[in-house]
T-cell receptor
């Protein structure tokens, strides 16, 4: 079974700075999909960004971008110009037939 | 507006009692999922269904049961066999294709009296 590892339980960043959240995964599959979800204190799960494994180009959504290294099975999330509203739990997820989540990274943006 | 509705928001269970968590979606999604979230942990898959009248066990299906009689509905029953049911439960749905992201409901917090 696929496993997803987020090695940073907690991180903090100053407002307007850049932060990178790490994610690695283990799979023998060649085609799959990767996602980052955000869970604010309201506990609603919000899709941040997604990446298709067959695409070499890293996905970007406004201030959010990923560094996808397929050979290394790494999928990090970079948040630029951090805002107070970015404070949340961030979950990395792997999807082939079903979705597997990492344990999450709690990000705090400090004013 | 389309979305996923989970009810109730808070639920209390007595020892030895079965309880059912509701999940309804009007997104016309084929696939639906149930996850359990414990403090400090990620989401763990309980059951999922990719089509009506069919469902598969996830990683932690023991003590839970589901049904998928309608495309829009995927209720989860927490049985008395689940010895540690206190958790936050999230329901999700997706178009079914692997590249489609999952849309989540707002969750149900289940506690034991």
């Amino acid at each position: 079974a696929q496993t997803v590892t987020q090695s940073q339980p907690e991180m903090s960043v100053q407002e307007a700075e850049t932060v990178t959240l790490s994610c690695t995964y283990d799979t023998s599959e060649n085609n799959y999909y990767l996602f980052w979800y955000k869970q604010p204190p309201s506990r609603q799960m919000i899709l941040v960004i997604r990446q298709e494994a067959y695409k070499q180009q890293n996905a970007t959504e406004n201030r959010f971008s990923v560094n996808f290294q397929k050979a290394a099975k790494s999928f990090s999330l970079k948040i630029s110009d951090s805002q107070l509203g970015d404070t949340a739990m961030y979950f990395c997820a792997f999807m082939k037939h079903d979705m597997r989540f990492g344990a999450g990274t709690r990000l705090t943006v400090k004013p | 507006d389309g979305g996923i509705t989970q009810s109730p928001k808070y639920l209390f269970r007595k020892e030895g009692q079965n309880v059912t968590l509701s999940c309804e979606q009007n997104l016309n999604h084929d696939a639906m999922y149930w996850y359990r979230q414990d403090p400090g942990q990620g989401l763990r898959l309980i059951y999922y269904s990719q089509i009506v009248n069919d469902f598969q066990k996830g990683d932690i299906a023991e003590g839970y049961s589901v049904s998928r009689e309608k495309k829009e509905s995927f209720p989860l029953t927490v049985t008395s066999a689940q010895k540690n049911p206190t958790a936050f439960y999230l329901c999700a749905s997706s178009m079914g294709a692997a590249y489609q992201p999952q849309h989540f409901g707002d969750g149900t917090r289940l506690s034991i009296l």
